[in-house]
């Protein structure tokens, strides 16, 4: 070889200057732990295709949100299992919701813990879409003013973030007047704003009850084809008023993540979704892959693809496993 050549392998060598010239560091403070709140007391109902996550009643939801927040946690996404479910989908902004009472509970044990709340109508409405079905169509624009009534119930009862994850036109600036106009002007918006019509939901709407009951989502979320379609998408929500944006799914969408860090440079979140998540359980209990590495290894590359926030299930166990590479 040629006398002077640059030799990759020169920094690979020792484990510490591995550490020193390492590009992309994955830490407990880049993750969000989302969270399935149920009615009742004493309830943690495992959930069958996410292995080791439940959905809670509020006094246990309490108990997970205290030790996320012990490990360092900065902060959980809730959602909400309803009593009753209806048409309109009215528990998603009534003042008792599960939601709503999950955020208070939360607020009054970790005041200090950040509480998003997921705003959409899919886990409350019998039919199980995320807007207003009339003559068997999603109607964009009356759902926007529920959407906007959900948001506002969530920041009353204390939630630090509203996340809209519907995928209607013009969501995020009903929900931002709606805010403004009840004394809420510094309540940041989380938009959902490349949200993809994917099977990598599956396991979710196991969890949350949330299937539609006819019909499918992709005449509101995205073709998972589109990438160039993603970038107006978040062009759009940033206009209307989003304080960080999203891309969802986080896998199988890094190309989508990267390109929405370059083009505008705003706090980005990633959610990896149930899917991602139970594809790694499951390989990694067949003993076909080495479940923590790849845990972390995918946390990682949605870390180097440009999020600053990645929304994962596995939260608790990654804080783990950082603290002890960090000690």
């Known amino acids: 070889m040629a006398h002077g050549m640059f030799r990759p392998r020169r920094l690979r060598e020792k484990p510490l200057l591995r550490t020193l010239v390492r590009e992309t560091a994955l830490a407990v403070d880049d993750l969000v732990y989302p969270l399935f709140a149920v009615h009742g007391r004493g309830v943690r109902e495992p959930i069958p295709s996410m292995p080791g996550q439940c959905r809670f009643s509020v006094d246990e939801l309490v108990k997970e949100v205290k030790d996320?927040?012990?490990m360092g946690i900065p902060a959980v996404l809730l959602f909400g299992l309803p009593e009753a479910k209806d048409p309109r989908g009215s528990e998603a902004w009534a003042e008792d919701g599960i939601v709503q009472q999950a955020v208070r509970a939360v607020k009054d044990v970790v005041p200090d813990l950040l509480v998003a709340t997921d705003v959409c109508l899919c886990q409350y409405t019998s039919?199980?879409?995320?807007?207003?079905?009339d003559g068997g169509t999603v109607r964009n624009d009356p759902t926007l003013e529920l959407l906007a009534r959900v948001a506002v119930s969530h920041a009353e009862a204390g939630a630090d973030l509203v996340a809209p994850s519907d995928m209607m036109d013009g969501r995020v600036g009903a929900i931002r007047e709606a805010?403004?106009?009840?004394?809420?002007p510094d309540t940041p918006i989380l938009a959902y704003s490349a949200k993809y019509a994917s099977s990598?939901?599956?396991p979710f709407r196991d969890a949350a009850d949330s299937a539609p009951q006819f019909g499918d989502r992709r005449s509101y979320q995205m073709d998972p084809a589109n990438g160039t379609e993603a970038m107006r998408e978040i062009a759009l929500d940033l206009d209307e008023?989003?304080?960080?944006?999203?891309?969802k799914p986080a896998l199988p969408?890094?190309?989508?993540?990267s390109r929405a860090k370059a083009e505008f440079g705003v706090p980005l979140a990633a959610y990896s979704v149930s899917g991602e998540y139970a594809m790694i359980?499951?390989?990694?209990?067949?003993?076909w892959l080495d479940e923590e590495r790849a845990m972390?290894?995918?946390l990682t590359a949605i870390r180097r693809a440009g999020a600053d926030i990645v929304i994962t299930y596995f939260a608790r166990e990654a804080a783990r496993l950082l603290e002890r590479h960090a000690r």
């Open 253 to 257: 969408y890094l190309d989508i993540i």
């Open 127 to 133: 039919h199980g879409h995320c807007g207003v079905v």
């Open 296 to 298: 972390l290894e995918a």
């Open 281 to 287: 359980k499951a390989a990694g209990r067949l003993g």
């Open 179 to 184: 805010l403004d106009e009840a004394s809420f």
């Open 241 to 247: 008023g989003a304080d960080i944006v999203m891309v």
């Open 68 to 70: 996320a927040a012990g």
């Open 200 to 202: 990598f939901y599956g």
